[in-house]
């Protein structure tokens, strides 16, 4: 390989720098998701009780990003925030690593626009700051793109070894990983004839991933991962028996994510690719993947794909970057302006941002969590003043581990689920107020089926209006 001069990467650390503070600022314009809860409790479990380090398998989870998300708790007090960070930090992996891969495969050009499309994408930008697995996955896929097609054209030990880290901490964040093996292998194969007799390189990596990822064998749960994964996506039998279904409506979904999320002016630059191999290898890394999640997929949304994105944004880039015109950058940056829009949209008026179809939960419904961390800070001050009981709606996800992750560790606080679309105020929640505890429901008014004489033994203390029309209440019980 040669050596990179110092000088090429002047543009990366002021598209990096640029890249912190879009991600950075306001992170969290978007309350708490569904999911997000969910891990982020479980990162705290796995931070305060020695023995839940695999608390994620119960429910068939990797637990990669809740280990980091855990270790990111001693430098960064607000929990949504230290794991959000975690996507922000494997974010700038994948810049840099699509930025390397430009250099080494096509040239400086291709690289800063990879680099400047990858931070103006309102759908990288959208996950960059979620506290989700997906992408930390997407950075591992990418690393394992650039060294599979490193070990394709110089077949050594060590790139093998490195591509094989990749891979298994790949499987260790999300069961996708499976395709990033499969196409390195694929891509081994087809750059080169003369690699069939160096297949050893590729199988030494697939092992050690094999070897990485059977560490989550020391999970008792560890089964769970193949039983949930069957909840997600239908089994080969099913998909041949109705093969169109549910891939055409997904391919409509790609379409609408696509159009909303990337922007057409961009996806037109895949149109100017030279037809090569090397463009040949990486529209397989993009395309098999995506098509095999729309005619596997029972639950389809963007951030399942959002691991298919780098190649295309190096294809979209290499295709960009051929086009000759004098004003050339003006033309290019111009192209722009309806993402920025769309990042500040998301920025600043996520409640109004209009999503694609698939991506409403984000913002509304009970998936989100508007409310939650000012009901939280609400209840952590009465908590200074009494003992505080508190039932939400739900037993897991946005409410209770929501509000969980906010008042974790609190001795005069306790929040658990009473169940959704209850009928009735909860024995046990009736007992707390008698034993003089200081007694609280949080409810999605949507969620809420109590009769009229049970509203007449609540106080309504806070409304948080969501979008539509939603609100999260906290009442006090009388």
């Avoid at 990366?12 to 569904?34: A, G, K, T």
């Avoid at 996950?127 to 050594?156: E, I, M, N, Q």
């Avoid at 094999?210 to 089994?235: C, E, K, M, T, V």
């Avoid at 041949?240 to 997904?250: T, V």
């Amino acid at each position: 390989m040669n050596h990179l001069k110092v000088s090429l990467f002047v543009p990366l650390f002021v598209i990096l720098s640029l890249f912190f503070l879009l991600r950075i600022q306001n992170i969290q314009s978007i309350p708490v998701f569904c999911d997000e809860a969910i891990y982020v409790r479980w990162s705290q479990l796995i931070k305060n009780v020695e023995t839940l380090r695999f608390v994620p398998l119960t429910d068939g989870k990797q637990p990669l990003f809740m280990w980091l998300t855990a270790a990111s708790f001693k430098f960064i007090s607000d929990p949504l925030l230290a794991g959000r960070l975690i996507s922000v930090f494997s974010g700038a992996g994948i810049i840099i690593t699509i930025y390397l891969f430009c250099l080494l495969f096509f040239n400086q050009k291709t690289a800063i626009i990879s680099a400047i499309v990858y931070l103006v994408l309102p759908f990288t930008f959208f996950f960059d700051r979620l506290a989700l697995a997906d992408t930390l996955l997407s950075f591992f896929g990418t690393v394992s793109l650039l060294f599979a097609f490193l070990l394709a054209k110089y077949p050594r030990l060590d790139l093998s070894l490195i591509l094989g880290f990749s891979l298994g901490l790949a499987g260790l964040t999300k069961s996708p990983a499976i395709y990033f093996v499969v196409l390195s292998l694929l891509t081994f194969v087809l750059f080169d004839k003369t690699n069939f007799k160096k297949a050893y390189f590729p199988t030494i990596s697939s092992i050690l991933a094999f070897i990485i990822y059977n560490i989550l064998r020391l999970g008792p749960q560890f089964h769970q991962i193949a039983l949930r994964n069957l909840d997600y996506i239908w089994s080969i039998k099913e998909i041949l028996r109705h093969p169109l279904d549910p891939l055409l409506p997904h391919i409509s979904d790609i379409i609408t994510i696509y159009t909303k999320y990337i922007s057409l002016p961009l996806l037109a630059g895949i149109i100017f690719i030279k037809r090569n191999k090397l463009s040949f290898l990486l529209f397989l890394w993009w395309f098999l993947p995506l098509m095999a999640n729309a005619a596997m997929a029972k639950v389809f949304t963007a951030r399942y794909i959002l691991f298919t994105l780098p190649p295309l944004i190096i294809l979209i880039s290499h295709g960009i970057s051929s086009l000759k015109h004098r004003l050339f950058w003006p033309i290019f940056l111009l192209l722009l302006l309806p993402n920025l829009y769309s990042i500040y949209q998301i920025s600043f008026h996520p409640q109004s941002t209009a999503l694609p179809s698939t991506e409403l939960g984000y913002t509304s419904s009970w998936t989100s969590g508007w409310g939650i961390k000012e009901a939280g800070l609400y209840l952590i001050e009465r908590s200074r003043q009494a003992n505080v009981i508190v039932g939400t709606e739900g037993y897991f996800g946005t409410l209770p581990d929501g509000l969980q992750i906010y008042t974790d560790s609190l001795p005069q606080l306790t929040v658990f689920g009473v169940g959704v679309d209850i009928n009735q105020i909860p024995a046990k929640l009736i007992d707390a107020r008698n034993h003089g505890d200081e007694v609280y429901l949080l409810f999605n008014n949507s969620r809420l089926r109590l009769t009229p004489e049970d509203y007449t033994k609540l106080t309504l203390v806070q409304a948080y209006d969501k979008p539509g029309l939603d609100q999260l209440l906290l009442y006090r019980l009388n």
